[in-house]
T-cell receptor
Framework: EDKVVQSPLSLVVHEGDTVTLNCSYE??????LLWYKQEKKAPTFLFML????IEKKSGRLSSILDKKELFSILNITATQTGDSAIYLC??????????FGQGTTLQVKP | GAVVSQHPSRVICKSGTSVKIECRSL??????MFWYRQFPKQSLMLMAT?????????EQGVEKDKFLINHASLTLSTLTVTSAHPEDSSFYIC??????????FGEGSWLTVV
C-alpha cells in the first residue's frame, strides 16, 4: 500500500530558528514529490522534486530528494511568524494522483 | 488568478439533504480531476479520480453512491454529497491535471452539515 510519512507531526520554534521537515515515502509508480504550505484554505505549492540530489531553493526555503532512500527534506532558515502553517508532503504517481503525508504543523513564536 | 475554480467556498446544509460542489478548470481542459477531503487537523485524503466522459474511480473506503462525481465536460467536475450527515462536514478540495503534468488545486469548499 502506498504511503507517505511526515515527521515531526508538530513543531514549535522561535523566530530566527532553522527547521528541517522530513518526508519518507513508499509509492509505486513514483513521478514526483511535492511540498505544499497550507494555512487556512487550499495548499499553496512550494516545490516539485523529481531528481535525486538536486536542491531546489526559494528564498529561505529549500528542499532536496533522495530517491534511493525514498525521502525528502524541507528546510526553512531564519523562520518568521508568517511561516507558521501546515506543511504537506505529497507524492505524485504517474496517473497524477497525489498521496499526502499527515502534514507537519509548524508554529513559529515571536 | 485562479487556474482552477471551486464553488461554493462555504456551504451549510441540513442533514439529509444533498449538496453539489463544482470544480472548473479555467482556460484549459482537464481530462482528469481529483477530489480530496480534509478533516480538521488531518491531511488531505484522496476520495476519487474523476475522468471526463467515464465513471470516476473511487479510493477504498469511499462510498460511490454517497459521493457522486460527474465529469461531463473537459472543464467541469462536480461532487455531490448525497443524504449528507454531520460527519460529512469537512473541507473538500479538487485538483486538475494540466497537460505537462502540472497539478492545480481549487480553492476548496467548507461543508458544514447541521
Amino acid at each position: 500500500e502506498d504511503k507517505v510519512v511526515q515527521s515531526p507531526l508538530s513543531l514549535v520554534v522561535h523566530e530566527g530558528d532553522t527547521v528541517t521537515l522530513n518526508c519518507s515515502y513508499e509509492v509505486t509508480n513514483f513521478r514526483s514529490l511535492l511540498w505544499y504550505k497550507q494555512e487556512k484554505k487550499a495548499p499553496t505549492f512550494l516545490f516539485m522534486l523529481t531528481s535525486s540530489g538536486i536542491e531546489k531553493k526559494s528564498g529561505r526555503l529549500s528542499s532536496i530528494l533522495d530517491k534511493k532512500e525514498l525521502f525528502s527534506i524541507l528546510n526553512i532558515t531564519a523562520t518568521q511568524t508568517g511561516d507558521s502553517a501546515i506543511y504537506l508532503c505529497a507524492v505524485e504517481s504517474n496517473t497524477g494522483k497525489l498521496i499526502f503525508g499527515q502534514g507537519t504543523t509548524l508554529q513559529v513564536k515571536p | 488568478g485562479a487556474v482552477v475554480s471551486q464553488h461554493p467556498s462555504r456551504v451549510i446544509c441540513k442533514s439529509g439533504t444533498s449538496v453539489k460542489i463544482e470544480c472548473r478548470s479555467l482556460d484549459f481542459q482537464a481530462t482528469t480531476m481529483f477530489w480530496y477531503r480534509q478533516f480538521p487537523k488531518q491531511s488531505l485524503m484522496l476520495m476519487a479520480t474523476s475522468n471526463e466522459g467515464s465513471k470516476a474511480t473511487y479510493e477504498q473506503g469511499v462510498e460511490k453512491d454517497k459521493f457522486l462525481i460527474n465529469h461531463a465536460s473537459l472543464t467541469l467536475s462536480t461532487l455531490t454529497v448525497t443524504s449528507a450527515h454531520p460527519e460529512d462536514s469537512s473541507f473538500y478540495i479538487c485538483s486538475a491535471l494540466l497537460t505537462g503534468n502540472t497539478i492545480y488545486f481549487g480553492e476548496g469548499s467548507w461543508l458544514t452539515v447541521v
